[in-house]
């Protein structure tokens, strides 16, 4: 019985085929009923845009990876485009480090990813969903699980927008104290726009309004966001009314002018305005920004916030990397307990079954009295002789968990334990 791992991520793989490992909910759940018919009691898969992992317990004490790699290469049809050298594999707490790592926002494209917490809590619900959760991955993931939050309150691995929508949402976060009172425009309707208004209507801003110079993408961005539309035409009335103003559009000119917002900061009884231009050219004059109380970020400006808050959390690696550390030890005593006591005490009953037949076989040549005098002193000489092999089983933790699992398995190859299962 070990732990095993195998997966892929955009540490090994392209795009492409990190697309076609994909594995969607309903996936996920076929998956894990099918790999209950390969003698994986327990498990579960974790299945991101950016990784696909499956984690087992297999029945054999020397997990295959290649079987686990070639079921997840199958059951996507990926026999086209993956290659072994995409895949990573895991045994025994090798499988809890790596996954502690994921958790701890380490392994992330973008160190501290705050989604992948959600996503593994994602994983072990439809693995309890799918009966498939048990003894093992339930102590495993719950340590993980507890990995990331202590990552996350203990360092600042998450803290800071590491992408343009996100810091121009921060941005304004520190200029309007409550954004949920506030209104915005959106001018364009490219994917930048579309993030950074998704941002904005998830600190609670309400009031979302959109100009497009195609109004059927303005209507379609309506539908996932809410809000209204405005005629491009209308566009400049509209500011009047907008605390935040979202410009990402292509144009070789700008499309708000000094002039324009200084009419409209005197019909706003200059209150403030918040513009972030994402535009490529940019879309609003540069100059706009010396006019009082107005704020102007342009698209270099919030990148270079992103580097800096990306700078920032590669210095908290280090110490999430330590909390890593902390439980991975915590850990591995747990998971090599359940392996050491089980071969010691098989190792006892094989030398017990070992003494019982010789005992038996000469029992007839020995009056009662000396028959228990037999008995005492060979259970002695059983106690003797595995001593020493018990003391250092028991004694291990100053080994790494490569140098205590290769051990056990020495033994247990030794004296023919391997056919026997643990009861752990």
Known sequence: MDLLSVGTSHKRAPIEVR????FSVDEVRAALKELTQHSYKECVIISTCNRTEAYVVSP??????????DFLIDFKNARSIACPEHFFSFSSCGVANHLFEVTAGIDSMVAGDVQI???VKEAINLSKESGTNG???????QSAL????????ETEISEGAVSVSYAAVELASKIFAHLEKKTALLIGAGKTGELTAKHLVSKGV???FIANRTRSKAEELVQKLGGSIVDFEDLRPQLRHADIVI???SSPNYVLTVQDIQHVMRDRDNSPLFIIDIGVPRNVDPLVNKISNVFLHDIDALQRIVDQNLQKRTREVTKAQKIVEEELVEFTHWYNSLNVNPTIQQLRELFEEIRQLEVEKHTHRFTERDRELMDLVTKRIVNKILHIPTMNLKNGETESTEETVTKIRTIRKLFG??????DA
């Not at 507890?146 to 309150?153: E, I, P, W």
């Open 19 to 22: 697309e076609k490992l994909w």
């Open 60 to 69: 054999s004490e020397e997990p295959k990876a290649e079987s686990l790699r």
């Open 146 to 153: 507890h990995v990331g939050k202590r990552s996350r309150t």
């Open 117 to 119: 917490l959600g996503q």
């Open 417 to 422: 334990l391997m056919g026997r299962r643990p």
């Open 135 to 141: 003894f093992y991955t339930n102590r495993l993931f």
């Open 206 to 208: 309400k009031d979302v």
């Open 247 to 249: 410009s990402a559009i």
